[in-house]
T-cell receptor, first 109, second 113 residues
């Protein structure tokens, strides 16, 4: 069964403490991998799309990377406003996104 | 530009009542998706449309759920009759043809008592 697994489920960081979130997938024929940010009471907000192994994308303190089996979302020197749930999703041979269950990130001042 | 618009934002109803959720996609987007999000199951795709035509409804949990897209600017998700286990946040998302990136609305939080 095609699966997307995110780890850890929850992560608590001190402000400025860099870390990484992981998204591993078992789908074959990956067409793209997506990262979204979701704040409480809001819809997922698009961050990045990655299409091929070795690709990297950056936005402010976030950098997403992709290998053949997983993706990492690196957070450098996080701030409290980076606190959110980060969702990973993949698309392969259809128009449907398959989402992981997310990593809940809390950054404390 | 306005993003995806959903209404109502919150809905509280009693078991057995009909519930209608509404979505206005981003103008020019050819695809519209309905999702349900719960703590237990995360984000699940219910159904999606391409150019107003339903393409895949395999995620619709039961016949109590139905969705329509009468035109490019409007879609509804209807639950009749509603049950307490339908309580969840329902999201609508849209995307243009030629890309895979979906843009989500703010969601409708449904509570069925």
């Amino acid at each position: 069964e095609d699966q997307v697994t995110q780890s850890p489920e929850a992560l608590r960081l001190q402000e400025g403490e860099s870390s990484s979130l992981n998204c591993s997938y078992t789908v074959s024929g990956l067409r793209g991998l997506f990262w979204y940010r979701q704040d409480p009471g809001k819809g997922p907000e698009f961050l990045f799309t990655l299409y091929s192994a070795g690709e990297e994308k950056e936005k402010e303190r976030l950098k997403a990377t992709l290998t053949k089996k997983e993706s990492f979302l690196h957070i450098t020197a996080p701030k409290p406003e980076d606190s959110a749930t980060y969702l990973c999703a993949v698309i392969y041979n259809t128009d449907k996104l398959i989402f992981g269950t997310g990593t809940r990130l809390q950054v404390f001042p | 530009d306005a993003g995806v618009i959903q209404s109502p934002r919150h809905e509280v109803t009693e078991m057995g009542q009909e519930v209608t959720l509404r979505c206005k996609p981003i103008s020019g987007h050819d695809y519209l998706f309905w999702y349900r999000q719960t703590m237990m199951r995360g984000l699940e795709l219910l159904i999606y449309f391409n150019n107003n035509v339903p393409i895949d409804d395999s995620g619709m949990p039961e016949d109590r759920f139905s969705a329509k897209m009468p035109n490019a600017s409007f879609s509804t998700l209807k639950i009749q009759p509603s049950e307490p286990r339908d309580s969840a946040v329902y999201f609508c998302a849209s995307r243009p043809g030629g890309t895979d990136t979906q843009y989500f609305g703010p969601g409708t939080r449904l509570t069925v008592l």
